[in-house]
């Protein structure tokens, strides 16, 4: 007793359920009401560390504080010391589980464990297929000591019986220290595995091709549901049974049918709409469930998206009310289309208050839909574009099915243009439509196009009567007519003089400006007229282009004059400076004498009109504060002279 230490660790397996004991300083157990043992639990660790020696002595230390003193304490009993070196056992049966199709040639499969202090070889365990009827044995060749394993016999078992079976594994090992985990059983279910089709089952005579809960009947027995809808048997559940209950069917492979459909009739009686029932699917054989269609689909399909009793179940989709007698429910399967394992399940929940009958399920069906399926593929004209005009509609037509349809077949086409109807026309093949072809068909009827920039919801549908999946033959598309930008080219005089200069301004909504042909991409330019080869009218043209490409243009005819006729006019020598300004401009080399000044915008606007005694050299003048950036036409003259120029005024 010189010397103690602790048995294990807080996460040991089966062992102390806190880190720390304040009063300690140690791992150990601890807690009370919901957080203590709440009764005698076994508790069990190795003692591995003691091994070998030839004394050892064990105690329990209780500590307590004087605040926490109100609770009764801890007990111990029955403990035992033993050799383990053996302690071998079972954890479950992991496989056969439910399923369908199984056949009579099945292993089990099971996760064993060896908690000994020493590997095990060769551990005999036996297996029963009759709730331990009759045995046979078999042999796990070793597990490592602390080693978990799944192990697969290699005796097989006959399962190939539709309904319940019972399995159970057990580990006879000699000498083993414990064997109350020696033995594991299991209830699994083997339904009907389905690939032949149409498939029917009306519940007149097999019992347990659906695994039922127990809650359904095979006999309608309620005062307004009490008989089937064919024969004499139907799948009935009790409407004021205040549960959920579930009905679920074997598996089919629609792997190789490409139009599935499912169908059966339904009765429905109850009163309250916060009970009724659903249909889901599973993929997983059954491990996952999902809802299948939604509210309004098809043939008597769901009605309901708010039944309080399957909120948990369908999100509280599903069929509620009555339907005051038999009616048919169907719905394409289109959508597992090549699934090799589908399961389907009806669920039923009730509340408390329910006092309906119930409901009812007979003539179950699944078949593969034979026809054609006809489809708008795609639409070949109109097409975005910067102008669109009055048209009519191409499109192309597919056929998807495996049939051919012969000429002559008649269809409908209906169009819808901006959410309002626009016409309908029928028609006949002109020649047979194979399997997996398409043909092209234009409209007699006309399109109205002519708004521009405009954005067009087009809506068509084509109508065949043996068309077997109306789902895919109504599409939607958008056709754009982006329409042009506006482009307009500004410019103060188309006749200039030998050593003066033009600018040539655009004006619009273009997002970008192209004047050719010197292919400059600013919003103005300057025409010099020392830059030209010679006299003579030169084409200046500006193209301003939007984001799809669509340009507009606009032409301005400058021509270079030598002005020998007109020189007289001209004030010369006359300088304006500087330019640009920031609105204080100088006007020097005007002779003296009365001038009229103008001011105005590139679209012809007069913003400024003075009148000015030129008495000296180099005058001030300032333009009016108002005037924003930008290019002016400025005018000075009087009856005997002129003068024009283009000044920019910046900020």
Not at 244 to 252: D, G, N, R, T, Y
């Amino acid at each position: 007793g010189n010397t103690w230490h602790t048995v294990g660790n807080f996460g040991d397996a089966n062992w102390y359920n806190m880190t720390n004991i304040n009063s300690l300083n140690t791992p150990g157990w601890s807690g009370n009401a919901t957080f203590g043992s709440g009764g005698y639990i076994t508790m069990y660790h190795s003692l591995l560390p003691t091994a070998g020696n030839s004394q050892v002595t064990f105690r329990i230390n209780f500590a307590s504080n004087m605040i926490n003193n109100n609770f009764e304490g801890i007990a111990f009993d029955n403990i035992k010391i033993i050799e383990r070196g053996k302690n071998v056992g079972l954890v479950d049966i992991v496989y056969p589980n439910n399923d369908c199709g199984l056949s009579n040639d099945v292993p089990i499969t099971v996760k064993a464990f060896n908690n000994g202090t020493v590997i095990q070889y060769n551990i005999p365990i036996r297996f029963s297929n009759d709730s331990g009827a009759t045995w046979q044995m078999d042999t796990i060749p070793f597990i490592d000591s602390h080693d978990t394993i799944l192990f697969t016999s290699n005796v097989t078992f006959d399962f190939s019986n539709l309904g319940l079976h019972e399995v159970a594994a057990e580990i006879i090992l000699d000498n083993d220290s414990i064997i109350s985990d020696n033995y594991v059983e299991k209830t699994f279910y083997n339904s009907l595995f389905v690939n032949s089709y149409p498939y029917t089952d009306d519940f007149e005579t097999d019992t347990n091709i659906w695994i039922n809960d127990g809650n359904w009947s095979y006999t309608p027995s309620g005062s307004i549901i009490n008989a089937a809808h064919s024969g004499n048997h139907a799948l009935f559940i009790p409407g004021d049974l205040d549960t959920v209950s579930m009905l679920i069917s074997p598996c089919f492979d629609l792997s190789q049918i490409t139009h599935p459909v499912i169908e059966f009739y339904q009765y429905l009686n109850v009163n309250n709409p916060t009970s009724g029932g659903v249909m889901q699917y599973s993929i997983d054989n059954g491990n996952n469930w999902l809802n299948f269609g939604n509210e309004g689909d098809t043939l008597n399909w769901y009605n309901s998206s708010s039944i309080d009793s399957l909120n948990n179940i369908s999100n509280g989709i599903g069929f509620s009310t009555n339907t005051n007698g038999w009616i048919m429910s169907r719905h394409n399967l289109f959508s597992l289309s090549g699934q090799n394992k589908v399961r389907f399940r009806f669920v039923f929940a009730s509340s408390n208050t329910e006092t309906g009958d119930g409901w009812a399920i007979d003539d179950f069906q699944i078949y593969n839909k034979i026809g054609a399926d006809i489809t708008i593929d795609s639409i070949l004209y109109p097409v975005s574009d910067c102008q669109l005009m009055d048209t009519n509609l191409i499109i192309r037509i597919k056929n998807y099915s495996t049939l051919n349809i012969n000429a002559g077949t008649p269809m409908t086409l209906s169009v819808w243009q901006d959410n309002q109807f626009a016409f309908t026309e029928n028609f006949i093949l002109s020649q047979q439509l194979l399997s997996n072809e398409s043909m092209i068909y234009s409209t007699n009827n006309i399109l109205d196009l002519s708004l521009s920039p405009h954005n067009y919801n087009i809506k068509a549908s084509i109508y065949y009567s043996q068309d077997i999946n109306p789902d895919n033959d109504t599409v939607n598309f958008i056709i754009k007519s982006y329409g042009y930008p506006v482009v307009e080219a500004i410019f103060h005089d188309t006749t200039i003089c030998w050593d003066e200069h033009v600018i040539l301004y655009v004006n619009g909504n273009a997002l970008y400006y192209v004047w050719q042909p010197i292919n400059d991409t600013s919003a103005f330019i300057i025409i010099d007229s020392t830059k030209v080869p010679d006299f003579g009218t030169y084409q200046y043209i500006v193209y301003g282009y939007n984001q799809y490409d669509c340009y507009t243009t606009d032409t301005v005819n400058i021509t270079i004059d030598d002005c020998s006729l007109i020189s007289e006019n001209i004030i010369a020598n006359l300088m304006i400076y500087p330019n640009p300004t920031n609105g204080t401009i100088y006007l020097s080399g005007l002779p003296l004498g009365d001038y009229n000044i103008t001011l105005l915008d590139l679209t012809g606007k007069l913003l400024l009109s003075n009148s000015i005694n030129i008495s000296r050299d180099n005058i001030v003048m300032n333009l009016p504060t108002n005037i924003s950036e930008g290019v002016y036409i400025l005018n000075i003259y009087n009856s005997n002279k002129q003068w024009k120029q283009l000044i920019q005024i910046i900020k």
